[in-house]
C-alpha cells in the first residue's frame, strides 16, 4: 500500500522555523520526485518545492526562495522542507507528492500525494 506521510507541522511566530517532513512507503521512494505543494484558505493551491530523483536538482517557488530548503534522505525514504523565516504568508496546509518521472508544477502531474500537515505562522 502506498502512503506519504507528513509531519512537522504547527504553529510559529514570524521569523521561525519549521521542519515538515515527508516519509514514503510501499514504493520505491530513491527513484521518485518529491515535492511540496500548500493551500492557504480561499486560495488556490500552489507548488513550493520540488527535489528530483537522479541528480537531486531542487526547484523553488519564487515566495520562498532563500528562506526553504528541500533535501532528501533516500535511506530513511524521507524528503525534508526546512522553512526559516516564515511569514504569516507561509501559512497554510503543506501536502507533500511523489513522480515516477519528474518533477511539475502541477498537483495532477504526480502519481501520489499526502494528506497535508498544517503550517500556522502568527503573532
Known amino acids: 500500500q502506498v502512503q506519504l506521510v507528513e509531519s512537522g507541522g504547527g504553529s510559529v511566530q514570524p521569523g521561525g522555523s519549521l521542519r515538515l517532513s515527508c516519509t514514503g512507503s510501499g514504493f520505491r521512494f530513491g527513484t521518485y520526485a518529491i515535492g511540496w505543494f500548500r493551500q492557504a484558505p480561499g486560495k488556490e493551491r500552489e507548488e513550493v518545492s520540488c527535489?528530483?530523483?537522479?541528480?537531486?536538482?531542487?526547484f523553488y517557488a519564487d515566495s520562498v526562495k532563500g528562506r526553504f530548503i528541500i533535501s532528501r534522505d533516500n535511506a530513511k525514504n524521507t524528503v525534508y522542507l526546512q522553512m526559516d523565516s516564515l511569514k504569516p504568508d507561509d501559512t497554510a496546509v503543506y501536502y507533500c507528492?511523489?513522480?515516477?518521472?519528474?518533477?511539475?508544477?502541477?498537483?495532477?502531474?504526480?502519481?501520489?500525494w499526502g494528506q497535508g500537515t498544517q503550517v500556522t505562522v502568527s503573532s
Open positions: 507528492t511523489a513522480s515516477n518521472y519528474q518533477c511539475y508544477s502541477v498537483w495532477e502531474g504526480y502519481d501520489f
Open positions: 527535489i528530483t530523483a537522479g541528480d537531486r536538482s531542487t
